[in-house]
């Protein structure tokens, strides 16, 4: 059964240091998404992204954060100045159409620890 | 602003002993309720999509039924591999999650 797939499983870093996170969603879904889960609390959009633009984004997604398609496969999350209020699961989330009947797929995480 | 409240926070069933999650949402023009099984450190897993009023949908033990205001996940005869934190997210502009119902299934 084919899945949303992230890499890698944990990072830690240093405050103000840029991280990427890296996702390789599901080959025929067409909107990409990012979520982020502190411990303890809610699922949280980011964005979400659609034929090479950005489509939806929060609050949370401010200047430090951007996200690209860089191939046909990956998609990714960069963080550009880490904060320790960044420190949470980050989730990747693919779907055939936008919000359709199938829902969205979610890979494994990326637990990001800044410290 | 739209928003998405689940009850109760934890539940503890004995194996078999059956219940009901509750969801309740203010969110104008919904355009579809998700249910979503979330394992400790791991990602949201997909159950169900409702998208009217009346609607049901049911996977093994799981039924989920939706009104104008909420949305119930009904568990019949729960056994222990049902444990999990059951989320509710509204599709709105964004998908807005509810805090989640910590279940746990004894044995």
């Known amino acids: 059964e084919p899945e949303v797939t992230q890499t890698p499983s944990h990072q830690v870093t240093q405050m103000g240091q840029e991280v990427i996170l890296r996702c390789v969603p599901i080959?025929?879904?067409?909107?990409f998404y990012w979520y982020r889960q502190i411990l303890g609390q809610k699922v949280e959009f980011l964005v979400s992204?659609?034929?090479?633009?950005?489509?939806?984004k929060s609050e949370i997604f401010d200047d430090q954060f951007s996200v690209e398609r860089p191939d046909g496969s990956n998609f990714t999350l960069k963080i550009r100045s880490t904060k320790l209020e960044d420190s949470a699961m980050y989730f990747c989330?693919?779907?055939?159409?936008?919000?359709?009947?199938?829902?969205?797929?979610f890979g494994p995480g990326t637990r990001l620890t800044v410290t | 602003e739209d928003q998405v409240t689940q009850s109760p926070e934890a539940l503890r069933l004995q194996e078999g002993e059956s219940s009901s999650l509750n969801c309740s949402y203010t969110?104008?023009?919904?355009?579809?309720l998700f249910w979503y099984r979330q394992d400790p450190g791991k990602g949201p897993e997909f159950l169900f999509t409702?998208?009217?009023a009346g609607e049901e949908k049911e996977k093994e033990r799981l039924k989920a039924t939706l009104t104008k205001k909420e949305s119930f996940l009904h568990i019949t005869a729960p056994k222990p591999e049902d444990s999990a934190t059951y989320l509710c997210?509204?599709?709105?502009?964004?998908?807005?999650f509810g805090g989640g119902t910590r279940l746990m299934v004894k044995p």
């Open positions: 997210a509204d599709a709105g502009n964004m998908l807005t």
């Open positions: 409702l998208y009217s």
């Open positions: 989330a693919s779907s055939v159409g936008g919000q359709g009947p199938s829902g969205q797929y």
């Open positions: 080959s025929n879904h067409l909107y």
């Open positions: 992204f659609y034929n090479n633009e950005i489509s939806e």
């Open positions: 969110v104008s023009g919904l355009r579809g």
